[in-house]
Each structure stands twice: as C-alpha cells, then as structure tokens.
C-alpha cells in the first residue's frame, strides 16, 4: 500500500508561480513512477507531468516550459514547480505513483487532491 498527500496548492494571479509537494509513505520502495494529474470541473483528467526512477521526466504541449517535477528521494517527496501560470491551468492538482506488475498493466495510487486556482 502506498499513501500520498499533497499540498501547496492556493489562488494566485496569472503569471504567478506555484509549487506543490507530494509526500509518499508505505510501500514506497515498490514506485516506478510518480507524476502529477489535474482535472478541471466538467473536464477529464490529464497528465501533466511524469517522472520515472530513473529521473526521467515528461510533459505534456500544454505546460512544457512552464511546470518541472522534480523529487527528493531522501524525502520520498515529488514537486511540481508550476511557473507562468494561466487561468486555464485552474483545476484540482492529483499526485499519482504507478507500480508496474507486468506489460501493460499498473496499479496507481493518487493523492487527496490539492485545489489550483489561477485568477485574471
């Protein structure tokens, strides 16, 4: 079992910068990948960002440039620095660690959820 908990979440103004943490416990040892997923009201979720054990790290078009993830693996702990932020970034925040059992198949463990809201 894994457990996740995020924060640093909160309002801020376009062009400001966020940057939310994600504190893993459990089974850590078991991750292969850990990243962060969003969701905006009536929208579904999506990738925002992925980083592998290997420290390899992947971003969607929408936020290249803009969002780094990073992590302490000291800590147990993924970042997601969030940089040049636009309203339509606004959406609910979800840490995410992926356990790979076999070719195509994982089990996820997500987060709590931490509210992103980027005013105008």
């Known amino acids: 079992q894994v457990q996740l908990v995020e924060s640093g979440g909160g309002l801020v103004q376009a062009g400001g910068s966020l940057r939310l943490s994600c504190a893993a416990s459990?089974?850590?040892?078991?991750?292969?990948?850990m990243g962060w997923y969003r969701q905006a009201p009536g929208k579904q979720r999506e990738l925002v960002a992925v980083i592998s054990s290997g420290g390899g790290a992947n971003y969607p078009d929408s936020v290249k440039g803009r969002f780094t993830i990073s992590r302490d693996r000291a800590k147990n702990t993924v970042f997601l620095q969030m940089n040049s932020l636009k309203p339509e970034d606004t959406a609910v925040y979800y840490c995410?660690?992926?356990?790979?059992?076999?070719?195509?198949?994982?089990?996820?463990?997500w987060g709590q959820g931490t509210q992103v809201t980027v005013s105008s």
């Open positions: 459990g089974s850590i040892s078991s991750i292969n990948t």
């Open positions: 995410n660690a992926k356990r790979l059992v076999g070719i195509g198949f994982s089990l996820d463990y």
